[in-house]
């Protein structure tokens, strides 16, 4: 059945052009890229051949493949024509299968070498014969590994022509991959500190609609990766305006510069987050450091070390409060150097309908946010950063890195009326004045909630306490902990509190959060569906939650209506559908010129209810 | 009753028309399935009580646990299909599939026709038998990408999925869906 917008494996979003070309791993395009190659003169048979040699590892593929991009592929002959200024002077090397670059194959072994050192770790520990294997190990692994590096980089290619991306792979199973240019959505070019050392970065493509990176190119010269950016820039600009937006000098990023942030001002962005990574460097420090050696060292400073636990003995409290101290100095200090290493040098530009960031100190990272897959406004703070006014604005977005879980910073430190500005230049919307509160019935089922949970802690561990523990006055220390029951209490109320709702025309405004405080902003256009949902204790106390799914939201902290009064949430529910059903329908009115037939009464699906009696 | 006639703002579309049920043997299926599970908890307890029947310091008596895990789970087997089955309800309506679920916790979704990136109708063995198909939609969103509506006859499920494709087709706005 020819599903109407679908592809069994592929991602499905339908084409615009409607040429049929899903973006996602086309096994082989060298049909498709042949009529370019007749515009580089210099060596139009070694593409043809490489090609014809993956033809036929996949010939299941070729049926189709031809046919969808062939004429396609010859109207695309003009363009790649006429403007040789561009394509033959900075690009006509790029158009032939192209490896990556030979420094890559460095970077590789440097990178295999961790994993080397685990293999060897026992014999580093303890050089005996006993340990032998280890070294037999790494001989057979650097036979595998070596050769497979070398394999690889030899194996790989890609190739830019004015139609698509070729990118062949894989030393054991070919893979050829074409992505369509038109499909591209962002090119990204990341140059952690090793490569940039080296002048190398890593370029990876996105199209729209695939949750993945489509492809990568790890390594190539940082001076390739921006000449790939500017021709497939001008390649997509080709097609629509002129060349007046064939942008960009050496990676220069044109457009209006929106947000940066000066060193002060990352400094500063720094010092209100906390970061616990310190716990894990200080865990992967004893780990790379012999434990016999650092039990000596204590065993030699025994004088001192006794002299400090006497201290802690005597004062405990001083101890504790000395050691959160520390815990809080640690974690402020590694938030200011995360913060440092990511947004060091942050710049945000408009350019267009798309935005462009830079930012970073040793990896420095480079990316386009086109403004149209921006699905949902989040503003973020902590209570420290609100206190004085910090907020951080973030978009959530589809198909786009996924490692930021599909939320994208796009300025990291500044003040409320800075990031509500900048949202506005996102995309426009209107603050609503007054946001209603969730039913205060939710303070008492919070409660209940970490009361029992605080039990569900305190309980077992009060029961299994030893006898020749710490008892403060008698009792096992965890049952001290009921004396939380107040702070349990006050918590439920903050939790209250920050949360409220709004919903207007242009969407669904939620705020939520104690100590992550969000603001999300989902406009009605990307409403994708509307949910109540009532558990057991919720419907004994008449609530429910509402919640609107957005495509990419994040699986935890996503934004929903927790506990609002059963009607008022169905209400809502309604209001919000009916507000999406009239949006759509006045856009079909809008492009065809008249109401949506297809809900006419007749036309309507209907079921037929004789059979399911 | 039909008539969802949706205002400038508010849809009604959650007191729009009455909802369908669904086919009456998907609580049989159910069963079955739920049955399969007390079973392959039944023989581990009856392995444990076997092993133990003559040991001295038996602290069950000889039976009782495998007795337990039997006796509950033929009453879930049997007292939560029905439970789940009069919990669901659907409606596939002019602009959208309504559906409502959940004995735990309750769920009503509105998947508007035009979000829904495709639809399938699936089958396993035990649905086979009783010629019943399921209707899976999928949308672009994360939380709940996916809707199923179990326990439809099959060829309802497959007009069903026909009547959403033709919707989608015949959708005149060629946007991005995301």
Known sequence: MPSPSTHSESESVPSPQGDGTPASSQEDAATASSPEEGAVPSSPEEPSTSGEGEQGNSEEARGDVPSASDPSASTEKEPSADAPGVSSATLGDVQEPQRLHPLTLLLRVGQSLPALFVILLPTLQNPSSENVFSVVFSLLYGLVALPAIVLQYLRFSYRITPKQIVIQKGVLKRQNRSIPIERIQNIQIEENLVARLLGLAKVTIETAGSSATEGSLEYVSTSDAHDIRRAVRSFQHRGAADADEADGDEGEPTGEELFSMALPHVLLSGAFRFSLLYIALVFSAFQLVDPELIVQRVLRSQGRIDQITEAMAAHPGLSILASIIAAGVLGWISGILIHLARYYNFHLWLDGDKLRKRHGLFTVTEGTIPLKKVQTLILRTNPLMRAFGWYELEVQTVGMNVDEQGHRVVAPFAQYGDVLSLARRIRSFELPDAFGNVSPITIRRRFARYSMALAAVLVPSAYFWPTDWWMPGGLALPWWGFTLIPFVLGWAVLQYRNHDYAVRDDGLYIRRGVLAHYLWIIPTEKHHVFHTTATIFQRRLDLKTLFVDTAGAATFAYPEVIDLPADEAEEQLDRLYGRFQTLYRARIEAATGAPDTRLDEEERPQLSVAEDS | ?178
Do not use: C
């Open chain 2, 1 to 178: 009753m039909e008539t969802s006639s949706s205002g400038p703002d508010r849809s009604e579309v959650l007191t729009g028309d009455a909802l369908h049920p669904l086919d009456t043997s998907i609580t049989s299926i159910w069963t079955i399935k739920l049955l399969g599970l007390a079973v392959l908890l039944f023989l581990p307890a009856l392995f444990y009580d076997l092993t133990h029947m003559f040991a001295p310091d038996a602290w069950l008596p000889f039976g009782v646990l495998s007795g337990t895990v039997l006796g509950l789970g033929l009453l879930y087997g049997i007292a939560w299909p029905r439970l789940r089955y009069r919990s669901w309800g659907f409606a596939l309506r002019p602009e959208e599939l309504y559906v409502e679920h959940g004995v735990i916790t309750n769920v009503r979704t509105v998947v508007p026709l035009r979000r829904i990136q495709h639809v399938d109708v699936s089958q396993d063995l035990i649905e086979r038998e009783y010629a019943l198909g399921r209707l899976v939609v999928h949308t672009a969103g994360s939380r709940s990408s996916d809707v199923v509506v179990p326990g439809l006859p099959l060829a309802e499920a497959e007009r069903i999925r026909d009547e959403v494709k033709r919707f989608i087709l015949e959708d005149p706005l060629t946007e991005d869906p995301v």
